[in-house]
């Protein structure tokens, strides 16, 4: 069994920041090791897609949208199985519901999500 588990998220001020934490468990994790997966962060807001933010890979390189350069760093401790996604600058149109995903070859797994809103 595997679980995602999303935190951070919840109300803040355009121009704010959020550090969202995704912490993964689960014995597949002594199979296969946490630093073994791509990580990626994606976000849906109401009545849209769901789109990919950022991805950490198990390597350690980093990918971005583009609507997020220069304001979010994504980032891990596979020694803690969590990923991080710091969020500087938000904006309204950054208010979503927040997903991680955990993924190795054919597999991947989804954490519940977490909730950002970006209001004055």
């Known amino acids: 069994q595997v679980q995602l588990v999303e935190s951070g998220g919840g109300l803040v001020q355009p121009g704010g920041s959020l550090r969202l934490s995704c912490t993964a468990s689960g014995s597949i994790f002594r199979i296969y090791e946490f630093r073994t997966y791509d990580i990626d962060w994606y976000r849906q807001a109401p009545g849209k897609q769901r789109d990919l933010v950022a991805t950490v890979t198990s390597g350690g390189s980093t990918i971005y949208a583009d609507s997020v350069k220069g304001r979010f760093t994504i980032s891990r401790d596979n020694a803690k199985n969590t990923v991080y996604l710091q969020m500087n600058s938000l904006r309204p149109e950054d208010t979503a519901v927040y997903y991680c995903?955990?993924?190795?070859?054919?597999?991947?797994?989804w954490g519940q999500g977490t909730q950002v809103t970006v209001s004055s």
């Open positions: 995903r955990a993924a190795r070859g054919f597999t991947a797994y």
